[in-house]
């Protein structure tokens, strides 16, 4: 095999420059957006005492969750030797760091009292999952971040097999980490299931590699490099595997709920009469984030498209923000149930009823500032370091 | 290095408090050490021999009343919050703070109505605590659970844990508040058990004085562990249930006649 | 701290002396505002020269066993600190005490230091004498009767504290 060579990315400035000013125009924006919410309070955004988690937590486990799948690639790559994905292994870490930091941020700006952000990191309570994930995540950092030295100094090559796997399983404990949050609340029907963990990690799976499949696009394309037509099908068909486990588990999830019977109303409500939520769930996850996906990815008719692998990946990232809008908001957005065989006939707080959310502009903002942070990270961080090859050409010598 | 002060700007006043401290040390130390709070023997602080809680006979809450719960929004400074300029009604509706609320049932097969107050149940295994970060959401040794509002982040994971919506999140600047319960922006808060009366060696709390007054008698509160006292007595005679007991969180609000 | 050197050490200390130098210097007259009940009073809770020095340590310490161990009346509390230290101004009425100038505010502003507390913490002192219209700010509590014999527009002249009180020794008998 052909030795392969890294090179900063190092294309033509105004190129560069512009998308660069452009991601930090967004990210003004969202710190401006932070700010606001922050000073005047969260009565400005949609989030109230009834939907007490709201868009930002959405952008947030959608970064989050995507950030540990990001790394999947590299991880084939070295853990499993797959000599196809190797040459992409420091982007893929790259990409899982910048996803993190981004999916943090819009994290900890929409803490009610983000000035206290000191206490958080020197006061722990060791039973809160919150408080695990923490320590999953600067883990996470420093163990991708070690990774990636390992893949980029030849100095240290030799530690790259044990240290890949340790960021293997350390992202497969961080995506059940943070599936366990909703987990973990046994008292809301939509999240008392033990199979949302294991889906958070094919979840992880598929919008990671949605987002590396973008990214590497959008980085050729900026260098005007090359990108074997081979090596992208191998990602695609990896990614319609992936698009497909997720609809399998989205399946699973509710088949499983409606064997118990006391979660048959929160049931009903997702799949059928929950408005705005129903209709996320079957266009926006379902056909937008899986059926169409899948017909793009798999039809012969776009075999070497380039433009349907985008936009399939585009889409799967579109839907599983829907998916985790459905969970996250149409889960609170079903009223908890606390007197079985009773009606709620009269309650200042809107007990038994379906909570209502708007989500505000503020939350918007951040949520888009928060990808644009992931986004200039990469693109700093793939100009500053050598985690693009020169160039992707399908190898010769190789079957593919 | 110890933990100094928790509250913002902490790096720079700790570092500038050691120095000075160091710079001076000789002459102030023995007064540092020696000088803890006047906790006298009437002082004893919290202990586990007791667990508070409520005994709430819903046959006796009469429907339309509210007393119970507009005395615990004066008791707590609640009511001195306003709506915040040109917000709609329905927001602030949704975004005000309550501690405590009243919640009109009906039984589904034979239409009988009951009337109950619903706040924080003070279970002895509370999923707030369990899921708090920081530590800020604690049970108290005589079994009240709290906020501790200096260390709360605000994160809202106590609200998404608690199965009856007992929390509130305060969602806008709070200009005026009492000396008893301060209380402001950007934490979660919830009933206290009127913990500033317990403290002070309090019998009653501000629901159950105000339901007594109304003449109803609807609420107990009371030292769960001790078999003389009124709430235990009840307790024995008449079945109570806990709301959402197949959780098992052994909760210290117990409901008769639900 | 293992790493810092004596020359680190010795600077820190030269800093250290300096700065207290500079607050002793500018805090040498009392801070204590005027028409305050401290303005009258000799000594604080503990000795002048301590407050200055550690009031924010002690304040952390007693916070906690108030709010965890539920001991009141602490030694340094903050309430204590407003209705004692808070000033009024012409017509009586208590003014903030984190406002500019004021008590808490006046040794901070030098010191750069922005206190989160007054955001929960009452400003001033609840008084316990006049009507507790006055008190508690008119607008806010306005169209609140507090549901024992009184009409809306009615003032008790009472505090809620001795309301309270009140309410306790009827139960008692």
Known sequence: ?400 | MSKSTDQPEMNRREFLGKTIVAATAATVAPGVLLSVAKAGPEQKGVTSDVRWGLLIDTNKCADGCTSCVDACHTENGIDLQEKPEGHSDAMWEQQRVQWIRKVKLQDKLTGEQTNLPLMCQHCEHPPCVDVCPTGASFKRADGIVMVDRHICIGCRYCMMACPYKARSFIHEEVANQLVRAPRGKGCVESCTLCVHRIDDGGTTTACQDACSSEGHNAIVFGDLKDPNSDISKALKEQSSRQIRADLELNTGVRYTNV | MRSSTGIKQLAGLLVGGLLLALSTAVLSESAVTKGSKAADLGACVAPTEEMRRNHMDYLQHDRDLTVHEGIRGVKYSLAECVDCHAGKDEQQKPIPINAPGQFCAGCHEYMAVSLACFQCHRKTPEDKTTSLGDALDDKARAGHSLGLLLDAGQQPMLSPAEFAQLHALIQED
């Open chain 1, 1 to 400: 095999m052909k030795k392969m060579h890294y090179r900063e990315l190092w294309c033509s400035s105004p190129r560069y420059w512009g998308g660069l000013s452009l991601l930090g125009f967004i990210i003004l924006i969202g710190l401006g957006a932070a700010f606001y919410m922050e000073h005047s309070g969260h009565y400005v955004t949609g989030m109230s005492n009834q939907i007490v988690w709201g868009l930002p937590h959405v952008f947030a486990i959608f970064l989050i969750v995507a950030a540990s799948g990001a790394l999947n690639v590299a991880s084939i790559g070295s853990v499993f030797g797959g000599p196809m994905y190797k040459p992409l292994g420091p982007f893929s870490s790259l990409l899982a760091i910048g996803l993190l930091a981004g999916g943090l941020m819009v994290l900890v700006l929409d803490l009610g009292r983000a000035d206290r952000l000191i206490v958080a990191m020197t006061s722990y309570n060791f039973k809160s999952i919150f408080t695990w994930n923490i320590f999953l995540y600067s883990g996470f950092f420093v163990i991708v971040g070690a990774y990636l030295w390992t893949m980029l100094d030849r100095k240290v090559e030799r530690f790259k097999r044990p240290v890949g796997f340790a960021a293997f399983f350390w992202r497969l404990a961080l995506t059940t980490g943070t599936g366990s949050i909703f987990g973990f609340l046994v008292a809301r029907e939509a999240y008392d299931a033990a199979v949302l963990a294991p889906m958070f990690i094919i979840m992880s799976f598929s919008y990671g590699l949605a987002f590396f499949i973008l990214t590497l696009i959008s980085a050729f394309w900026w260098s005007g490099r090359t990108l074997g037509d081979v090596r992208l099908a191998k990602l695609k068909n990896l990614l319609g595997v992936f698009v497909g486990s997720v609809m399998y588990f989205a399946l699973v999830y509710y088949l499983t709920n409606l064997y118990i019977t006391q979660h048959h109303g929160v049931e009903r409500f997702i799949l059928l009469e929950g408005g705005i939520y129903t209709i996320m769930l079957w266009v926006g996850q379902i056909l937008v984030g899986g059926v169409i996906p899948l017909f793009l990815l798999y039809s012969p008719a776009f075999a070497t498209s380039r433009t349907a692998v985008s936009t399939a990946s585009l889409l799967v990232l579109i839907g599983g923000f829907f998916q985790l809008y459905v969970i996250v908001i149409g889960g609170q957005a079903y009223p908890m149930s606390l007197f079985p065989g009773k009606e709620v006939i009269q309650s200042a707080f809107f007990d038994g009823v379906v909570a209502s959310y708007v989500p505000s502009l503020p939350e918007a903002l951040l949520g888009f500032g928060g990808i644009a942070v992931s986004m200039t990270l990469v693109a700093v961080g793939a100009r500053m370091l050598l985690v693009l090859p020169e160039t992707l050409e399908d190898p010769t010598d190789e079957c593919p």
